[in-house]
């Protein structure tokens, strides 16, 4: 077989000829990005060959001169029979994203809406317990004693014990004169005790909460015996390589194996989290006794192993909305082997568990009639708008643009990013700020509505995304029909090349903005309600940490509303599995919401493609639907006369 060595790892692997170049990359643990999930629509998989040769069909997404160079989509390369060496250029955007520290994300929801101190109330307990000694002929066991003093202290419920605990019972019974210390699951008809040690060690108790998205994971610490955050640790979800969006990851799932690795992929990020934060705090892994675990429908059937196949395809039924509580064991977890891991519902195909955990950050949640409206703006947008007598909830497939995927220089969030542009009204050359203040690599998705806010108010382009012919700019290349603008020279770049955005590009945005939009204004029309009705508007996910509002509703993406409407909320899926976490209460909470919502499928609903079609310009067809932004264009063109 064909030996495949990868630089500048110099990892080796034989494979059968005929082997597709990223699936040999992924069997060596060669992590490519391939954001479409390797079907060579998105270009992102490029690596080159520097000896040998493979059969590629590169040429039409990448250009005679680079794949006369030796650079090939991996996902379009098959092995031949003889070796060969690949060079795997530095992935964009995959090292030092903008990460917040949870504590921080946590601060950004308003406190009155965290449990009171009277509510902390996990569902796993420590409970310090003195077994009385043996004695003869009393004729008991030692799990008869311990059973005996529990249900004295409990009450005459049934005491369970895996065998795990029962194999060390009779050591930890004699090592502290019967002072043992046991974890408790509290059920309705029955307690289970998972962890059984000697001494009293009730004050190291800790649980984690996990928030599973489709780009980042972050798992947070939590000692349930305080109720406080010890540490939180985020990374990018290992599924991202396999594609960048929900349905990128079905089609991949499709696959034989492919399920089962992307499983593996999202198991290996959560556990290695898990295992960096003890490390810091110097905690055992198999002494954490619960988890709670959010993320999307699809985050969920992955993590889970399910087929998410029947996600996508109408009438969109997931195999299961509510999860029953499952061990750690069987999830893949690597913590206390007998937890329990709770799964935040889901209500629909494409409102997951994020945003049912989400929403109890919000006035969402709380006992008042205002509407509010929710919006989660990641990889998709989820919506939910309502108060504590409805809601309605609904996803949009506002497409990766935003995290980078279908944008010819755009990238995630990370190290080298574009984050922010200034236009020069009259020369049309932008000033540009990255993210960790180094030479830029792309554009982020909050460089993007930055840099379209700005080309709009300062006339460079018009409504539709379209450069203007009119006037003349040095960062304006017209090309037939086609136009791009270039933000970065290739000698300012970090890559050598021209960092730029087209009219393609463009209208990506534009879409994402318009799906966004158009499905929020399709909620509020249901009800016989405008954006006007809203009390606030609280805006939730990684990217909406740090989205510039003003910029935002230049484009149109959201309404033009008095800014004390909206709020940041951060990572609300993550803070929202924190309470709980810690809270029994708001488990009840939540499940009883979810009972409350009203799901809509927009795929199946006429008028969305009425009013995803009027979003489809900047900011809105209907420019009084936008009337801020209209004074700042009619200044603006005021000026240029």
Known sequence: MPLITFKPSGRTIEVPAGTELLRAARDAGIRIDSLCGGKGACGKCIVKIISGYADSKSLGKLSAVSVAEGYVLACRTKILESDITVEIPEQIGRSGGKFTDAAEDKTLVRQELFPERWEYDPLTVKWRVNVPQPRHEDGLSDLDRLTRQLQFEWGKKDFLY???????????????????????????????????????????????????????????????????????????????????????????????????????????????????????????????????????????????????????????????????????????????????????????????????????????????????????????????????????????????????????????AAIGAIEKVAVEPVTGICKYWTIGNVKPMGICGSGMISLLADLLLTGWIDAAGKFTRKKKSEAIKVDGRNASYIMVSAKQSATGREITISESDIENIIRAKAAIYS????????????????????????????????????????????????????????????????????????????KKMTYIELNTEPGYMNQYTGAMFLPHTNQKLFPTVKTKLDQMRQKQR
């Open 519 to 594: 499905a929020c204004a399709l909620m509020l029309n249901q009800v016989g309600m405008s954006f006007n009705d809203l009390s606030s508007i609280y805006i939730a996910g990684g990217f909406g940490r740090f989205l510039d509002l003003e910029k935002a509703m230049i484009i149109g993406l959201i309404p033009d509303l008095p800014m004390e409407k909206f709020h940041y909320i951060g990572n609300s899926s993550l803070t929202g599995s924190y309470m709980i976490l810690i809270s029994r209460e708001f488990r009840k909470k939540q499940l009883d919401l979810c």
């Open 162 to 412: 895996p065998l795990s605990v029962i194999r060390v019972l009779a050591d930890t019974l004699r090592a502290e004169n019967g002072l043992v210390t046991a974890t408790i699951i509290r059920e309705k008809e029955r307690y289970s005790v998972i962890r059984l040690e000697p001494g009293d060690t009730t004050v190291n108790h800790h649980g984690i909460a996990v928030d599973v998205g489709t780009t980042t994971v972050a798992v947070q610490l939590v000692s349930l015996h305080l109720a406080e955050i010890v540490g939180t640790k985020k990374d990018y979800n290992a599924q991202v390589e396999c594609g960048l969006d929900v349905i990128s990851r079905i089609n991949y799932a499709r696959k034989p194996g492919h399920l089962d690795e992307l499983r593996r992929k999202v198991l290996d990020t959560i556990n290695s989290l898990t295992r960096q934060i003890c490390d810091d705090h110097n905690i055992n892994p198999e002494t954490i006794s619960d988890a709670v675990i959010s993320g999307n429908t699809t985050m969920v059937h992955l993590l889970l192993g399910l087929n998410p196949e029947y996600i996508r395809i109408e009438p969109y039924t997931p195999t299961l909305l509510k999860t029953p509580y499952l061990s750690a064991e069987e999830v893949g977890i690597a913590i206390n082997p007998n937890s329990w891991v709770y799964i935040s519902p889901s209500v629909g195909s494409y409102v997951g568990g994020d945003i049912t955990a989400g929403f109890l950050c919000t006035d969402l949640a709380a006992d008042n009639e205002e509407i509010s409206l929710f919006i989660d703006i990641g990889t998709n947008g989820e919506i939910v708008i309502g108060n504590n007598n409805f809601m309605m909830t609904c996803a949009c497939s506002a497409g990766p643009a935003f995290e980078g995927g279908g944008i010819d220089c755009g990238m995630r």
